[in-house]
């Protein structure tokens, strides 16, 4: 596609409720990352994918998150059993390689309610 | 391990005024430098990248970034603010040392005043 597509673009559960957010990269890009962003906050990195395999999985905060990337191309991001602290922006970049800068789609607004 | 320091969380201009956001990074070996751009209510939109030739690059909007090998620096600059400048801006560096994953600066807030 012409950039990285999310979606939802907002969402609002209910504390417990598990939640998926979907990443639609760049057409060709390898790499992809998922980044989180809370109110008035930087960005938290979360995971990244070269291809289908996640060579860094350390930002990943809980045992309740958890990502999968097939195909080289679509990536979903699941948190289970959702807390209030999950609300938050999250982010998906993708890039041609790991060494080009990253194009970012505009992000999906979780709300845990 | 590498980092990225951005001072100020918050920088207020006039309009008209010179821009100058800071960022200092610290890594072990030459850097890629990224300054990104975030409007209200959207993502990321890449405004300029260092990537070892010119040491000043220019990038979208009249803003340019000066790489300083000797301070750790990559400062980001525009003559003129214009009230459309108001966003969050972000500083990114990526290296060998790091396998080329991005590490994030805090964000400076850009607050122009009419």
């Known amino acids: 596609g012409a950039g990285v597509s999310q979606s939802p673009s907002n969402k609002v559960t209910e504390k417990g409720k598990d939640v998926e957010l979907r990443c639609d990269p760049i057409?060709?890009?390898?790499?992809l990352y998922w980044y989180r962003q809370s109110l008035g906050q930087g960005l938290e990195f979360l995971i990244y994918?070269?291809?289908?395999?996640?060579?860094?999985k350390s930002g990943l905060p809980s045992d309740r998150f958890s990502a999968e990337r097939t195909g080289g191309s679509v990536s979903t991001l699941t948190i289970q059993r959702t807390q209030q602290e999950d609300s938050a922006v999250y982010l998906c970049?993708?890039?041609?390689?790991?060494?080009?800068?990253?194009?970012f789609g505009q992000g999906t607004r979780l709300t845990v309610v | 391990a590498q980092s990225v320091t951005q001072l100020g969380s918050h920088v207020s201009v006039s309009e008209g005024a010179l821009v100058l956001l800071r960022c200092n990074y610290s890594?072990?070996?030459?850097?890629?430098l990224f300054w990104y751009v975030q409007y209200p209510n959207q993502g990321l939109q890449l405004l300029l990248k260092?990537?070892?030739?010119a040491t000043l690059v220019k990038g979208i909007n009249g803003f340019e970034a000066e790489f300083k090998k000797s301070e750790t620096s990559f400062h980001l600059t525009k003559p003129s603010a214009h009230m459309s400048d108001a966003a969050e801006y972000f500083c990114?560096?990526?290296?060998?040392?790091?396998?080329?994953?991005?590490?994030w600066g805090a964000g400076t807030k850009l607050i122009i005043k009419p």
């Open positions: 260092y990537t070892s030739a």
């Open positions: 994918f070269q291809g289908n395999s996640a060579p860094d």
């Open positions: 990114a560096v990526s290296d060998r040392a790091s396998n080329y994953q991005l590490i």
């Open positions: 890594s072990s070996v030459p850097p890629y």
């Open positions: 057409s060709g890009h390898t790499a």
């Open positions: 970049a993708s890039s041609l390689d790991k060494n080009t800068e990253a194009f």
